[in-house]
């Protein structure tokens, strides 16, 4: 389904959200609206008018506002990544100053036009389109690099920098990103920050909190918080950048990051092992922290199934699958570090005593850089190869370890029992597992035919369920957005939901900021 | 002046705050409301009344509550380790159970009660110490560990475990806290994350704001907010814990805390260098930066005044100094990781290159755990070896690496060119710059024989003012307390003030949380 659409080389792998795809299925996404037909439109909000739409023309020029056809397709604004939700914006925004991004939202505010910020629109949960008539405000034009020291490491940039972008300018500087994710040719700098996205790097350069130093955030009111500080250490007051990290656009726009970014490592190592059972993917990350320790940088499992529909999926590309055989259960390790000798020595030790405890049953290493980006290729290419036959439900928690893998297996005996798994006269084609485990965060995916109400309410409130029963997190590392938005009670607690809605509505009184969704 | 105190072991040096100071020094630190005239108290506060403590008799028990000379003495509450900030509080709560944090904040909200929360009482700033007749909150009997996790690393425990306990805990499960730092044996959990404390590893570990899951937490009202999570990634609403991570107890009590520890390095090393210029110091950082990479965990400098105090201050117990000759900069430089030969072989390249181009003039590495814990002592006894002939002013900016040590600098000139330094007729004997290199984080000390107000206005706002110049941080880790309370905007702009404020107000309307400080 997804195979005309343009794709674009990334410097690990080929990114895994197409850049242009605006004609292809243009009709095919149904309105959010139609779909959710017990939401109504907020009447609060003003609806958009032609002296808004002249005030908009007196702040932007011609390259900074799409109003009409001729100025532009709206559709890439309104619809997700996913073909499930499409708003219907007829106005999209692009400013290419923080001052106007100011002047709009004082606009919006002053005359309630509700707004939604959108970066990549590599969203997972609905959260970056409209869900109505909301107007977009994109931040694609604010597009610079700021400023970069090789001393410390700190990167400052505008919210439109594209994540392969801003980690392609630092690499050529002997630095990288402190995060890494399959969107990233896409997805944008300020998009990642607002949704305090994750990835491949948590494990070994942990999260945005701790690696953002200072933030430029536009109000609602349009009040421009510049917090673009760059300090390592600053204890002068409450940490007012943690408020936006994660907020999704709700009480705020980020419009600048400035970040700590860790050298490059000077050596990279990846392998690819086959494991018989959950239990020993387990025992493998336990004996690669303790053995592999400060070179880890990353540690992902996949079952026999998410790379079965990889495999699938890959055939008429005619990729060969690093394995001879199929087993249960799969792992990438990678490590980085400065010494590649000793890298080396770690892993071919550890690997060693893996291999003769039996704990890993067979596996490879890449000897090269396109091997490694092969490796890592089967990895990322779950997400498309389980989305390409029709659609996918995608579920993003995290869970206790133990209790990691048995969300994926109740899920299929769930719709086994309920009959919606199997061949062709299924809607569902499988549920598949796999995700970073070093974070306990799991990518439970449903492959299937086609979108429908049946399927959803087998799986929600199900899934929320019995994640809340392990006390795990309805969403890892997606967020909330529109599609997590009733469900938050899953993972936290009144005292805590109560706190979130008061700083919404203290920050946003007139909540024109991406409505609908978050809380 | 403090060799009377008592020390005690601490796993790699003394401790550096005394267990018990109380009489020896009882009558000689002033009261703050005499130190500061113009200060005065806020009468919107309630005075307390025997009905107040008739209320706090029924939900506290003998061992919770001291309100009279015979059930124990108030001053090692009223003051701070500095000795300089001394308040009145007639009434010290000890709660044993988040429940009776609860009522007592509620009442005391009611009740218009102004209250300080207070932990191990080693802040630098006056933080933790009464201003006037503040009721004082301890959390020293909220001192269990919850649980600890071995195979995700997660420790839960309540605010009051000492640090250096919950050290030596999980080092006992293999694992070490993601923070230390010289008051270790007297501070803890709960006001290391309310003041967001950065120490020696923050370098490799990151700061709080990372390594923190969840928290637990009493509101001004007293509400608890229950948010102690146990996930390394949760996508789901505000972070809202981050708002008390470094707010000083301004906005609520910490009460538990959740944390991510990492596994006890293998293999730790430690050098003591000796450099010929600042310059210097900037170029082995770098260069340690890319060699030892991922096994660098800390990289302090130190002056030559510096070590000459703590020479002299160390002379009593007859310590040997590691070095044969004195030089104009000192680096203590540590490695962790999870193969000694392997981080062996790199520290030993990485010294014989930089004393092959002469960057490093002289040095020595720790042979064994012993030598190991030498070497630290001189790094960590420099606090208290500039306090040991009177007092000391002590300033924790951070500033941009190249720009660290000019305040050391202008700070001696202005000293010099105020006649306030020198021989014993002077009150300064000097002013000495150390601290956390890797963090951009100096720490300026100006060892003096007395406090006295001419040596403050020369100090104040000079080098806040410095420190505004070169964009830095008028507190890198120490926080606002009472000390910096009116200089915040030399580091913060209005917009975020006002935000701040806004915050303060939102959140605990009466201001009855730690007042006089912070914001």
Not at 137 to 142: A, C, G, Q, V, Y
Not at 414 to 430: C, Q
């Amino acid at each position: 389904m997804l195979k005309n659409l343009i794709w674009r080389q990334s410097p690990r792998v080929r990114s895994l959200v197409p850049r242009s795809f605006t004609a292809f299925y243009a009709s095919k996404v149904p309105l959010t609206s139609e779909s959710y037909l017990s939401l109504k439109r907020n009447d609060s909000f003003k609806r958009l008018s032609s002296d808004d739409i002249e005030y908009f023309r007196t702040v932007l020029s011609k390259q900074e506002l799409l109003g009409s056809k001729e100025e532009g397709d709206l559709d890439p604004f309104n619809e997700d990544w996913m073909q499930k939700y499409r708003g219907q914006a007829s106005l999209v925004l692009k400013p290419k100053t923080v001052e106007k991004v100011s002047l709009i939202l004082n606009y919006c505010n002053e005359e309630k036009l509700a707004v939604v910020p959108q970066g990549g629109n590599t969203d997972l949960v609905g959260g970056s389109v409209p869900v109505f008539d909301e107007i977009v405000l994109s931040l694609s034009n604010l597009n610079k690099v700021r400023s970069f020291d090789p001393v410390s490491g700190i990167f400052k940039c505008d919210a439109g920098v594209i994540l392969e972008t801003a980690n392609d300018y630092l690499v050529q500087r002997d630095h990288i990103f402190p995060l890494d994710l399959g969107a990233k040719g896409s997805c944008q700098i300020g998009g990642v920050v607002a949704t305090n996205a994750g990835g491949q790097r948590l494990l070994r350069y942990g999260s945005l909190h701790g690696n953002v130093l200072g933030l430029e955030v536009v109000l609602p009111d349009g009040t421009i918080l510049d917090s673009m500080h760059s300090l390592r250490k600053d204890n002068t007051g409450y940490d007012l950048k943690q408020l936006f990290i994660g907020a999704e656009g709700t009480i705020g726009v980020v419009t600048g990051v400035s970040i700590l970014t860790p050298p490059k490592p000077r050596a990279v190592n990846v392998s690819f092992l086959a494991v018989k059972s959950y239990e020993d993917v387990q025992k493998v990350f336990v004996k690669a922290k303790g053995e592999l320790a400060e070179i880890l940088s990353a540690f992902e499992f996949m079952d026999a199934k998410s790379i079965e529909l990889t495999r699938d999926h890959l055939k008429k590309d005619d990729i060969t699958f690093p394995l001879e055989d199929e087993y249960p259960f799969y792992i990438l390790l990678e490590t980085s570090g400065s010494n590649k000798e000793h890298d080396d020595a770690k892993l071919e030790k550890f690997l060693e005593t893996a291999m003769e405890s039996e704990l890993v049953i067979d596996g490879t290493m890449a000897q090269d850089e396109t091997e490694l980006k092969n490796l890592w290729h089967w990895r990322e290419m779950i997400p498309e190869s389980a989305q390409c036959n029709g659609g996918v439900y995608k579920y993003d928690v995290s869970l206790p370890l133990k209790d990691l893998y048995s969300l994926v297996e109740a899920t299929n005996a769930r719709l086994e029992s309920e009959g919606l798994i199997g061949d062709e006269s299924k809607p569902v084609i499988a549920a598949v597992g796999y995700g970073h485990i070093g974070d306990g965060n799991l990518h439970l995916n449903l492959a299937c035919r086609e979108y429908n109400k049946t399927i959803e309410k087998c799986l929600e409130p199900f899934i929320y369920q019995f994640v809340q029963s392990k006390h795990g997190s309805i969403s890892a590392e997606h967020g909330l957005g529109f599609q997590k938005k009733n469900y938050i009670q899953y993972t936290k607690n009144e005292v805590e939901i109560n706190m979130m809605k008061d700083i919404k509505k203290h920050y946003d009184p007139y909540g024109i900021l991406n409505p609908y969704k978050y809380i």
